[in-house]
């Protein structure tokens, strides 16, 4: 499984934050690996990727 978080500086503190409480998967998850700078500009290529496929199956 797959989840999306980020890394949120406020106040010289940094947190991990997205779709996840990092606390309570401790233990359970095998691994947490936070993504420099998030994963943002991959999210946003591979929607602009589908975005394209869709519309060359819509008109062909």
């Known amino acids: ?3 999306e978080s ?3 500086k406020l106040d010289g503190k ?3 934050v997205g779709d996840i409480d990092q606390e309570s ?3 359970i998850a095998d691994s947490l ?3 420099p700078k998030g ?3 991959m999210t946003i290529a591979m929607l602009v990727e589908n975005t ?3 519309a060359e199956l819509l008109l062909n």
């Open 1 to 3: 499984m797959t989840l």
């Open 6 to 8: 980020t890394e949120l």
């Open 14 to 16: 940094s947190k991990i």
């Open 25 to 27: 998967v401790m233990g």
């Open 33 to 35: 690996t936070p993504v």
């Open 39 to 41: 994963v943002g500009p």
């Open 52 to 54: 394209v496929l869709s």
